[in-house]
């Protein structure tokens, strides 16, 4: 399995950003993907979640009414609309895809820059 990430990027306090990553590969043993994001000096974070067959969501209480996570398995894309970014958003972005035997895959990361 492999995942690309695009759409990160500069925005300023209240804007958006729509992320994407696509997958490929052996997609049909993924059972989880989602979004993790990293700040510098933290520890990588779970943002958002999405099962792939039944499309059920959650996500981190910081981002709850700002972020929604979903996917088009007709285009193996699963997209991270962030909206009311805030300064605190700020991190590497990272598309991760779980399998059903429980190994994890990554992808390398798109930056989000959120200024004040």
């Known amino acids: 399995v492999q995942l690309v990430e695009s759409g990160g990027g500069l925005v300023q306090t209240g804007g958006s950003l729509r992320l994407s990553c696509i997958v490929s590969?052996?997609?049909?043993?993924?059972?989880?993907m989602g979004w993790y994001r990293q700040a510098p000096g933290k520890q990588r974070e779970l943002v958002a979640v999405?099962?792939?067959?039944?499309?059920?969501?959650n996500y981190a209480d910081s981002v709850k009414g700002r972020f929604t996570i979903s996917r088009d398995n007709t285009k193996n894309t699963m997209y991270l609309q962030m909206n009311s970014l805030k300064p605190e958003d700020t991190a590497v972005y990272y598309c991760?895809?779980?399998?059903?035997?429980?190994?994890?895959?990554w992808g390398q990361g798109t930056q989000v820059t959120v200024s004040s």
């Open positions: 590969g052996s997609t049909f043993s993924i059972n989880f």
């Open positions: 999405i099962t792939n067959r039944s499309g059920r969501t």
């Open positions: 991760n895809a779980q399998s059903s035997s429980h190994f994890n895959y």
